[in-house]
């Protein structure tokens, strides 16, 4: 395994294949941020969502998908573009990886590709790890999606220039906390669930929001809001409109269900235990 990515693994304390897989997962989003930065995506993208949380800011629980928003619309967007240069950037430190675009059944405002890597050749390369093979297919794979909005609000959202010095040191862009909050509020309100299915990892990350103290950019969660046809454009969202629509929307959460889904991501599933519409009404206060 080339020296970089021992490096970046010995930042986790794995102890079993899952522990490795999860670490593995974060490893290859941070080798694909670098070769999106080296093709110059950032000049016209910034990163957002969940898994700049954590990579940037230290979010408390693991994340699948790389979300981006370009800075201006663009319908004719392609992320095929980048996706040969994210292939070469894996191989140059000795790691497989296949790449696919997502061709879409209905028109959307999203772009989206999937990484996929086998699980077991990453593991095998592994120094120390005692039976790399056990409980995992030969088949499994490492799999990322990415997601690219290629038609943001206006305002698009305010951004800043961050940096990793893992595998290498390299720039990349992302999204102000306030405005990650912004969008995630939107997530949260206006997310659909199919089959009853809530995303709990969106309620887990407004606790992490609330407890920084963050205050969300309103003007870019207006946007977003108006965009998917969820508020008017010619009326003003007021701190009260918030507050509302977050009381409306704990009301009918099913909070099992939440929990369900924000589990696997955690170390500790205790963290969700309290979860509750007296719960996070407590917390909407802190919002504005």
């Known amino acids: 395994m080339h020296q970089a990515i021992k490096d970046m693994l010995e930042r986790y304390t794995c102890k079993t294949s899952e522990d490795y897989k999860n670490a593995l997962k974060e490893i290859m989003q941070e080798i694909a941020l670098l070769g999106l930065s080296r093709q110059k995506f950032f000049d016209k993208a910034a990163f957002y969502g969940g898994t700049a949380l954590r990579i940037a800011h230290g979010l408390g629980r693991f994340s699948e998908d790389m979300d981006f928003t370009l800075l201006q619309n663009k319908n004719s967007f392609n992320i095929t573009q980048y996706l040969k ?16 675009k997502r061709h879409k059944s209905v028109e959307t405002t999203i772009d989206s590709a999937f990484l996929k890597a086998n699980t077991l050749e990453y593991l095998l390369q592994i120094e ?11 088949n499994e794979l490492l799999k990322i999606k990415l997601e690219i909005d290629i038609n943001p609000p206006t305002p698009a959202g305010n951004s800043e220039t961050l940096f990793l010095t893992q595998p290498i040191p390299f720039s990349y862009k992302m999204l102000t906390l306030p405005s990650l909050f912004g969008g995630k509020l939107h997530a949260l309100l206006c997310r659909s669930y199919p089959s009853g299915r809530v995303k709990g990892r969106d309620y887990y990350d407004f606790i992490w929001y609330t407890n920084k103290g963050i205050k969300p950019d309103m003007a870019y969660l207006k946007g977003k809001l108006c965009d998917s046809g969820h508020w008017s454009s010619s009326k003003e969202l007021t701190t009260k409109d918030l507050q509302d629509l977050l009381k409306q929307k704990f009301e009918k959460t099913n909070w099992e269900q939440a929990k369900k889904d924000v589990i696997p991501f955690l170390k500790n599933s205790e963290e969700v235990q309290v979860w509750s519409t007296t719960f996070f009404n407590s917390l909407i206060p802190k919002v504005t």
């Open 85 to 100: 240069g994210i292939e070469d950037e894996f191989s140059s430190f000795g790691l497989g990886l296949s790449s696919e």
């Open 128 to 138: 120390g790890l005692n039976n790399p093979a056990s409980g995992t297919n030969k």
